[in-house]
Every structure is written in C-alpha cells, then in structure tokens.
C-alpha cells in the first residue's frame, strides 16, 4: 500500500481499489523482565569483567527505558545529579529521566564512562550468554503467524532477551507500580500516543489481575 500510494504521488496510474485493502497487523511477541530479575542479573557474580561491564549497561537500560541506541552513548555529560538529560537519536526529543540507585551505582564505577562501543549485534550475544549464565532459563511458549499459518513455539526465556528488552522491561515496570501516570512514562519513553504505549509495554493476564487487584472495587 505504501508503494503504491507512492507511486501515484508520482503520477503514475495505480489501482484505487487498493485503498480498501486492510492490512492486518500482527504483534510481535516480546519479553519483558521483572525487578526482581533486573536485580537478580545485577547483582549475579561469576561473570568476567567484559561480561560484568555489558550487564551493568543492559541494567541501565532496564532503569530508563532508553533505546540501545541512547543507552550505549551515555556519557558524563548526560548525568546530573539527579538525572540523566538525553536527546534521543530515533525523534531529536530531549528525555529527563530521574537516576536509578543502581544506575547511581554504575556511574560511580566506572566514572560516568558506562559506554563500551559494542555493535548492536555483539551486543545481544553477550547479554543472552549473560542471562542464559544467571538462570534465566524459564520456559517461554509463545504463538506467531508464518505464511498464513500459526506456528508455536518453545524457548528459554534468555533466548528471548536483546538490547530492546531493557526498554520494553523499564516501561513495563514503570507501569506495574501503579504510581505512575501513563502520560508522566510516555514522557520518558517519547511514545505520542496511549494506543502505541499499551502494544508497547509487556504484561501477562496475571499482571493486569495483580496491577487491579489492590483496587477498592474488589473490597467490602
């Protein structure tokens, strides 16, 4: 559809009837990990140091919902006190986000300079090994269309852990608290509408009984 609206903005004859065609949109299937994981992947020993200093910045990821692509670049100058002030590469939009103890933690160890210069792609083998290393090894089934069919499959849930999982795991969180507004996350994670923010974040059923749960609709 998107070629062929192209190609008559360059006035070439195309088929009309295409604008009635309605493409439906399927969601990929993603993982999100828990504080308690987050703090479990922090605090593991036994990694070396090149592992260690690829955990610390997926764990600063996991805290500010930053994208790999801003996560990976911090540098002094984007720490405050309080914050880190970022403009992110994907929008130009300039994010402040409050620090993370654990965050607070790592800058201090290695003098604001977390940044380790890693391809994407080197770096999601190191944290899938580094997961696959702490335990994370939860069975995962999961659905997914291929060719017209829905095929299922089986993985551990390491094997489903990237860059992009810190983001999904600090928005989710953020979100789990029930403290925070959606609109005071969405300002964090630069998402424009509710809609997309909610097909962003990751949560079970379980989640959402828990997240209501403590309401005063379901007391006396």
């Known amino acids: 559809k998107a070629m062929i609206k192209k190609a008559g903005t360059y006035g070439y004859a195309v088929d009309p009837s295409y604008d009635d065609v309605e493409i439906e949109e399927e969601e990929i299937f993603s993982v999100y990990l828990s504080m308690n994981e987050i703090t479990r992947i922090y605090y593991f020993r036994g990694l070396t140091k090149k592992q260690e200093a690829i955990r610390d910045l997926f764990v600063v990821g996991c805290l500010t919902a930053l994208r790999y692509s801003d996560y990976s670049t911090l540098t002094r100058d ?23 103890d654990y965050v607070r933690e790592i800058y201090s160890k290695y003098d604001g300079e977390i940044s380790k210069g890693l391809c994407i792609q080197h770096f999601n083998r190191y944290i899938k090994m580094i997961c696959k290393t702490v335990g994370l090894t939860d069975v995962i089934k999961y659905n997914y269309t291929r060719g017209g069919k829905l095929v299922s499959e089986t993985k551990e849930k390491w094997q489903l852990i990237s860059s992009h999982s810190a983001r999904r795991s600090a928005a989710t969180n953020m979100y789990l608290t029930g403290r925070m507004k959606t609109y005071e996350i969405m300002q964090l994670t630069g998402h424009t509408t509710e809609k997309s923010f909610f097909r962003y974040i990751r949560i079970s059923d379980q989640d959402k009984a828990k997240h209501i749960a403590g309401d005063s609709f379901f007391r006396k």
């Open 78 to 100: 984007n720490f405050s006190a309080d914050y880190i002030t970022k403009v992110t590469k994907k929008t130009g939009k300039k994010v402040i986000i409050p620090l993370h």
